[in-house]
């Protein structure tokens, strides 16, 4: 016989009409749900959707091809969370099982509505059928498997994933509903007694059928109605408890992918006219963050990944990503719009280090940074910053540089290199250069990060490099400005330095300072400045390669030992630099550079990021003691740098732990080596 089965098999008429019933009332909870929290994300902030679809129908396909792509790759692929060790190979044989399981029964539903149609169009038969119960029977035990770890996950209750009791409600029903299934599928065997080919291709249900040999027909259908209807009302009840547990986010996650638009390292411009228009600046209602930001709290699924990634939390202070969002989102559900500020404390704020790591991590692309960013220029217009980051963003106000120093010192340093023959060119010695090379605030003003800029400057005149600096004419960036929440300031700064910069008609910029690098490339794009920027590693390492940099006869210097490196969050994680620096410390000291365990994009905060270079903390707290402990478990006898606010926190985080390994940037290395 042709191997098939009934889509209703001994499921008699009344129960199939009380099926569909239940279906529909189960159907119209779970779109009542979803719309319930839809309404909530339309308070937000327009994205202009439909804006969007007004335009012509490339421009649409263009807008989403990104979005698509991620819906593919990190959606249906599961690409951000494969990655997760045990609990993400875990998640992806659940999502996979699910997956499989859900398109069988669709298309189970289809072949009967098709054959209700017409007998012609019956095509639950044959090789299909073989193949279609092979594959469900296995991806049932695919889904088993998933929903088993996550069941022992849970019982362990590890401290960085949320839990509800609703969780319990979806991981039972999860595995009931995978058990039922089995149950309904051998007892089916048992009654139907199907042959050959037709019963073993369900090996799982033919095992479950074993356990009822020697039942009568009778019995076995009697039993297979009974759990048949078991296995229908806790899907049933599954499909209407979606928009009500976390299992929300397999809906929101594939519209958040959809709609995110990705950008570490970047934030969005304020106008004046926009602060005129609606009287704020920043975030003090929920209601303030994007339509894309309020669907986003929804995808969290609470994996605590973000907060496992937090230099902050790591550290003690008072900032769990995962709880940021959380806050937020018990507001948003709540309609307590306006309370952000009393839900979420100062204290919280201010201990971001806007690193990116909990963004860069999420599985659904929530960004806490951005949240944490907006609510941060909402207390600075507030008037809620105080201390010494309030003194730093009013030096750099009066003086142009947060150390408050006078512009006309800026070169000073310089001007001690030229006396010995090693100065820079400024751009108005040198109108023809090629390059300018952007030395900003600390590698002018800062002692220590003064030897690193006559670094750079040394091997760019060692490779016959045609750059310029600008001298007194440069002005801070503004990045720790934007981060710590003065929108304005960082904005005066940056048209000053744009209009600058046009003056001499630069486009090509190396900058040895990741945070002056990325305001450079990323926020300065918004107000008219697109340049090339490079990194001085990726400068260094195209010279060497080249041969324009090498060794004077019988002056290079002995190897350094073992040498690991710190990768700065703005340079591997927002920019994606990270082969440069390894490889011009290779081609310097003839050796690979031992790695830390958290390294390149998932590398681990010095601390000084988001403006927190100009806060005190307590020695306890500070997270470049951390990191610096990490640099040292390598067993490195330097440890090399690529930015100069890392220079001086890992310097201080190895005085902390009582060592001597010395710290050094990247160029120093090289000038040493290069006996220059």
């Known amino acids: 016989m042709t191997p098939t089965r009934e889509t209703f098999g001994n499921i008699p008429p009344l129960s199939q009409w009380l099926f569909y019933a239940l279906t529909a009332a189960a159907c119209a909870c779970f779109a009542w749900g979803v719309w319930r929290r839809f309404r909530l994300w339309r308070e937000g902030r327009s994205i202009g959707l439909r804006e969007l679809f007004k335009t012509r129908l490339i421009e649409i396909v263009k807008a989403a091809r990104p979005g698509l792509r991620r819906l593919l790759v990190e959606g249906l692929g599961q690409e951000r969370v494969k990655d997760r060790g045990l609990a993400g190979r875990a998640h992806v044989l659940l999502f996979l099982g699910f997956l499989a399981l859900f398109a069988g029964t669709t298309l189970l539903e289809i072949d009967h509505l098709a054959a209700m149609a017409s007998k012609r169009l019956h ?78 291709c369900s090996p799982v249900g033919l095992w479950v059928a074993s356990a009822f040999a020697g039942w009568t027909e009778s019995s076995a259908r009697s039993a297979h109605l009974a759990v048949w209807w078991v296995h229908s009302i806790l899907v049933l009840g599954f499909i209407a408890s979606i928009p009500f547990t976390r299992l929300l986010h397999t809906i929101a996650i594939p519209f ?28 003090s209602d929920v209601r303030h963050f994007t339509q894309q930001q309020l669907l986003s709290l929804d995808a969290c699924m609470e994996c605590g990944r973000c907060e496992e990634a937090c230099p902050a ?21 709540s309609r307590r719009w306006n309370a952000v500020h009393e839900s979420i404390g100062p204290e919280t704020l201010w201990a971001c280090t806007a690193c990116n790591a909990c963004a860069s991590v999420c599985p659904a692309r929530v960004d806490p940074v951005g949240a944490i960013l907006e609510m941060r220029r909402h207390l600075v217009a507030d008037g809620g910053l105080s201390g010494t980051a309030a003194v730093a963003l009013r030096r750099m106000q009066s003086s ?3 150390w408050g120093l006078p512009a006309n010192e ?32 600390a590698g002018a003003y800062d002692r220590r990060a003064q030897r690193v800029t006559r670094s750079v400057v040394r091997l760019l005149k060692a490779a016959k490099v045609n750059f310029a600096i600008l001298g007194k004419e440069e002005r801070c960036t503004g ?57 001085h590693s990726q400068l260094l390492a195209e010279l060497l390669e080249a041969g324009r940099l090498r060794p004077a006869e019988g002056l290079r210097a002995a190897p350094p030992g073992l040498v690991t490196y710190h990768d700065p969050c703005y340079l ?13 410390l290779q081609a310097a000291t003839g050796e690979r550079p031992t790695e830390m365990s958290a390294r390149r994009e998932k590398t681990s905060c010095c601390g000084a990021g988001g403006g927190r270079m100009w806060m005190e903390e307590p020695t306890a707290q500070r997270v470049s003691t951390q990191r610096a402990a990490q640099a040292l478990a390598t067993g490195a006898k330097t440890i090399a740098v690529g930015c100069p606010f890392c220079l001086t926190m890992m310097k201080d985080g190895v005085a902390a732990s009582g060592s001597e390994t010395p710290v050094k940037d990247l160029a120093e290395i090289l000038v040493e080596q290069l006996g220059l």
Request: contains cysteine; hydrophobic residues 40%; charged residues 20%.
């Open 479 to 535: 990045d720790s400005a934007r981060r710590l929440g003065d929108e304005f300031l960082f904005q005066e700064l940056a048209q000053i330095n744009i209009a600058t910069l046009a003056r001499y008609k630069v486009r090509k910029i190396v900058a040895h300072c990741p945070h002056c690098l990325n305001a450079l490339l990323k926020d300065y794009r918004a107000f008219g400045g697109d340049y090339e920027v490079q990194h």
């Open 256 to 283: 958040n992918l959809l709609l995110v638009r990705p950008a570490l390292g970047s934030m969005v411009p304020v106008t004046m006219e926009q602060v005129e228009k609606e009287e704020r600046i920043g975030v």
């Open 400 to 402: 142009g540089n947060p």
């Open 123 to 200: 095509f639950h038969q044959g090789a299909y059928y073989v193949a279609y119960e092979y594959t469900l029977d296995v991806a049932g035990v695919l889904f088993l498997a998933g929903c088993s770890y996550f069941l022992w996950r849970r019982l362990r209750l590890p401290g960085s994933v949320g839990h509800r009791a609703t969780d319990w409600w979806v991981v039972d029903s999860f595995i009931a509903i995978g058990l039922t299934g089995y149950l309904v599928e051998g007892l089916r065997i048992t009654w139907q007694k199907p042959d050959g080919i037709g019963a073993h």
């Open 410 to 441: 800026r070169s000073d340093w310089n001007s001690a290199e030229i006396s010995v023959g090693f100065g820079a060119p400024t751009v108005q010695e040198n109108p023809d250069f090629e390059l300018l090379y952007w030395v900003g605030c």
């Open 313 to 333: 939390h790591a550290t003690s202070k008072p900032l769990s990503p995962k709880k940021v969002v959380q806050d937020l989102k018990q507001l948003m559900t």
């Open 572 to 584: 591997a994680r927002a920019n994606g630099i990270h082969q440069a620096p390894r490889d011009m």
